[in-house]
């Protein structure tokens, strides 16, 4: 969670602002608001700055009824900060002061175990992977949710410009890949993470992005929409009388499923956070009905 620092007019780069005003932000942060503000029940955990915009952060997740026993103030560094604009030609820019900001020292002993003992969904992005000791404190998390039976949902959310190298980047944000249950990126992930291959080609997704444990993989497409890649594996339905001399269930081969969603038309007036909206309207959805994703059909 951090303060994004917006331009007061649109279609300009960082050094021509004339003016910039301080808004709330981070996609972790934006999705948990995005739930409650959806009648959900959501916890942030992360770290601020023991400082007047850490303050008013964790002030803002109160008035969302963001639970935020999660929180920890760090006394020595200050709560991070992002200079973002949208453009004349569309792209984004970022400028971030984080050296190091609090939400990095963020340590496995700080985690508010009792929130993801009881998350029925965990989510995350890489921007916690970069450095330690947040780096140790996110896998823990992962790993203290997982077991707690929480579905693992992931938004890599690539911010080249936090990471040392490209390099580091990709190996930072597929380093977890395999653990999640959910994974929501967008095609300019997709070109980033595949070396340079077609977004839109069903085969360059499945074949290199979809792992084996991933229940949905989404793809969101702006104001397209998005795509959606998961597999389903269903038993045979045999009589009792072909299975009754056989310990083993037969299995039909596995099957893919893939699809579009059209989306909303509306005037965009700033796409900043779109895709943490997705996330939070997707995710209030899922937590509110966990069949959404059942993915095998058994009979005993």
């Known amino acids: 969670m951090l303060i994004d620092f917006v331009p007061t007019v649109s279609g300009v780069s960082l050094a021509e602002a004339p003016a910039f005003k301080k808004a709330p932000g981070g996609a972790p942060a934006n999705v948990a608001v995005g739930v409650s503000r959806l009648g959900g029940s959501s916890a942030f955990i992360g770290k601020l700055g023991d400082d007047e915009f850490g303050r008013m952060l964790n002030d803002i997740l109160k008035q969302n009824n963001v639970d935020n026993s999660g929180i920890r103030f760090d006394p020595d560094a200050r709560t991070a900060l992002a200079f973002v604009t949208l453009r004349a030609d569309g792209e984004r820019e970022f400028m971030f002061y984080r050296h190091p900001s609090a939400d990095m020292l963020l340590t496995e002993s700080e985690l508010e175990t009792d929130i993801l003992n009881q ?97 949905l993989l989404v793809v969101t497409e702006g104001s397209a929409g998005c795509r959606y890649y998961t597999k389903v594996n269903l038993h045979h339905i045999f009589l009792f009388l072909c299975l009754r001399d056989s310990k083993l269930n037969s299995y039909a081969p596995m099957q893919e499923f893939k699809g579009r969603v059209p989306g909303i038309k509306v005037k965009a007036v700033d796409t900043t956070g779109a895709g943490d909206a997705f996330v939070g309207g997707f995710l209030s959805s899922l937590a509110s009905d966990h069949s959404i994703l059942k993915v095998y059909m058994h009979y005993p």
């Open 119 to 215: 998350a029925k969904v965990f989510h995350y992005g890489s921007i916690s992977l970069i450095s330690e000791p947040c780096r140790s404190a996110h896998v823990a998390a992962m790993r203290i949710a997982k077991s707690s039976g929480a579905i693992l949902s992931y938004d890599p959310n690539l911010r080249l410009a936090l990471w040392p190298s490209a390099e580091a980047a990709k190996e930072g944000m597929m380093s977890i890949w395999n653990e999640a249950d959910i994974i929501k990126i967008n095609e300019d992930e997709i070109v980033f993470l595949t070396g340079g291959d077609d977004p839109n080609d069903d085969n360059v997704v499945l074949k290199k992005l979809f792992h084996p444990n991933l229940k």
